[in-house]
């Protein structure tokens, strides 16, 4: 991971956002759409999402993109069960 992705995983862990890591994709980081956060709420819904003032637009909790952002960090969906994070 860059030093940039490493900082935003660290501080969305902080956060109890439930990110992940996997070795066939190590310049990267994930978000989990299938399990809770510490707070016991989904950090993305991909399908159930409207009018939770929680999420964006696109199912993810604005927290997210509140620390990518600064990082030059963005979220996208891999997939229903997750999102990658990469660089703008």
Do not use: Q
Request: overall charge negative; some cysteine.
């Amino acid at each position: 991971m860059t030093k940039n992705h490493r900082t935003a995983f660290n501080r969305l862990k902080k956060l109890g956002c439930p990110v992940f890591e996997r070795k066939d994709k190590p310049n990267t980081f994930f978000v989990s759409a299938e399990s809770s956060g510490t707070d016991g709420m989904l950090w993305a819904d991909y399908y159930d999402h409207a009018g939770i003032s929680r999420y964006d637009d696109f199912g993810v909790d604005k927290r997210v993109d509140e620390v990518l952002k600064p990082l030059g960090l963005f979220a996208e969906w891999e997939n229903p069960g997750c999102l990658t994070v990469w660089e703008r």
